[in-house]
């Protein structure tokens, strides 16, 4: 009997053990675990109501269980619309903790390279949006690169990605980006932005004209909801560090106006 | 400022011209590249699913001298 006992006391203590060892090794997944998010906030976005927040607490728990998920990046080598360029090169990453890279898995991003960033959660691919890479230096992890814009989620020590402003805006973001539709259509079928400056070499002070035009492609009716050039689209100008140029007060005031 | 939505059919297109200097801190001499980007609706989805999509232009690069 006694003999039994001890059997079943051992036993007991081993499980505790192991399940110790297990709960250790789990905090210390998320202790190391990051998430590098690479995306455009919705720069307009400043008021955020409660069913927004509501929506953004749901999207929270598609980022939680998407720490151990997928990035995809698709690479961008001609932008004629973010639709062709997906069908133009694919790089999988498959999310590890920090420090299990290897160097097979990981792509070599340049200054200037244009991607396509894709989460997988639970087998689902949502796009995140399209980045630049912004630093000059080849570096050998992907947490050492730069994106312009970069965001990164980090657990704390509870398993909790904090909701932080930035944080609530992305998710929102990414909530938005769940509705592109990429996969339904050929490539016929979208609409072509094209942009130009009529010459690249500009002297001080003389007007940069840029001329940009929406070509309806498809068989569809395109609609485009407030058109005021300087409010309705994103345009952005980069110098040749990578760094995204800000606004003048008059592109303020005319990009946000005081309504 | 009036807000305007424009309906464009298939094989229609439309133009917009901006001076980036007059939006952008573009101060110093150097090379630059500018991209545009912007967001549609499909008119068949407005009333039932609304849903967004994304275009986006090639980056244009330009040089600016003194």
Known sequence: MAYRILIIIT???SYSQLSLLAQNQYEELLMTSQMVVVGRVEKTLSVIDSKKMKEASEDLQKV???VLGRLTFFKVEEIVSAEKAIKIKRTVLVYVPKGNWTDSSLPRFKNN??????????????????AVVSDTNEK???FDYEFQPVFKLTKNKHGVVPLTQSNEEILINLRKSTSLRFSQ???EEFPLLM??????????????????TIKNETNYTLVLFDTIAERSFEISVTNDEGKELPLSEIGKEEKIPIL | MARETVYLVPGKEITWQLDLRRLFEINKAGNYSVKVERKYFLKEDIENNPKFNVISSKLVKFKVVK
């Open chain 1, 113 to 130: 390279e244009r991607y396509l960033l894709f989460l997988s959660v639970q087998q689902k691919e949502t796009f995140l949006e399209n």
């Open chain 1, 64 to 66: 939680e269980e998407a």
């Open chain 1, 185 to 187: 259509k050929t490539i």
């Open chain 1, 11 to 13: 036993l007991i203590i």
């Open chain 1, 195 to 212: 942009a130009s400056l009529g010459k690249s070499e500009f002297s001080g002070g003389e007007s940069i004209d840029l001329v940009f």
């Open chain 1, 140 to 142: 050998k992890n992907i």
